[in-house]
């Protein structure tokens, strides 16, 4: 009897699961999870960065354990961040000294969402950070979604439910990180009369 319960309430929590939607890399560890958020909280990553926290959106756990696993880019992005005046900067591709990573520095608009991509990458996290202006994004279920195109070289775009994806908007006090799991749409429209946005957008490589 009690292996037909746990085998029923296990059946349930799928169902519960999957009615809720599937939008990030999902940790089974309470522990870890605390841990992370510990560590974001502490702001040990920041390297002097005190313009922006993480979004509530992004995941800690991904956020952590990445930081750990290649910590010298993660510092080159955050010292970098912290020593450069971001509105100043000219559009387009500026290196990140001490790093193999390059910032695109995104003068653009948004647009309506129909006209907007899906997408996620395998091998890079998306740092994305709007320093001027609300940049509207949008996560949308795994569950529902559908890939509609081959993927490359490091993008795949996708087929999905607009009424189940979850939409934010950005504020120059927060950024956002896109982890492959994280199946995202960037640049939408957020429903004001000022469409016009400066984003830095950065790819970390995902180990």
């Known amino acids: 009897m009690k292996k037909i319960i746990f085998f029923l309430s296990l059946f349930f929590a799928a169902l519960t699961v999957n009615a809720q939607g599937y939008y990030t890399q999902y940790h089974d560890d309470p522990q870890l999870l605390a841990k992370a958020e510990a560590w ?18 992004v995941n800690a756990i991904e956020f952590y354990e990445q930081y750990q696993k290649n910590p010298e880019q993660w510092k080159a992005l955050f010292s ?6 971001l509105l100043a900067l000219p559009k387009g591709k500026q290196p990140i000294p001490g790093s193999t990573l390059v910032a695109s520095v995104e003068d653009d608009i948004n647009r309506p969402l129909d006209q907007q991509r899906s997408e996620s990458h395998h091998h890079h996290i998306d740092f994305q950070y709007v320093v001027r202006g609300t940049e509207r994004f949008g996560i949308i279920d795994h569950y529902t979604s559908t890939p509609n195109c081959r993927y490359k070289p490091d993008v795949i775009h996708y087929d999905y439910q607009k009424e189940k994806a979850r939409f ?13 799991a994280d199946w995202h749409i960037a640049k939408i429209d957020n ?3 000022d469409q016009q946005i400066r984003v830095i957008v950065v790819k970390i490589d995902y180990k």
């Open 40 to 57: 974001v909280k502490s702001g040990e990553w920041r390297c002097g960065f005190t313009g922006a926290d993480p979004h509530p959106s």
């Open 80 to 85: 970098w961040l912290a020593h450069t005046n």
């Open 168 to 180: 934010m908007d950005s504020n120059p006090r927060q950024f956002f990180l896109f982890f492959p």
């Open 191 to 193: 429903g004001t009369d």
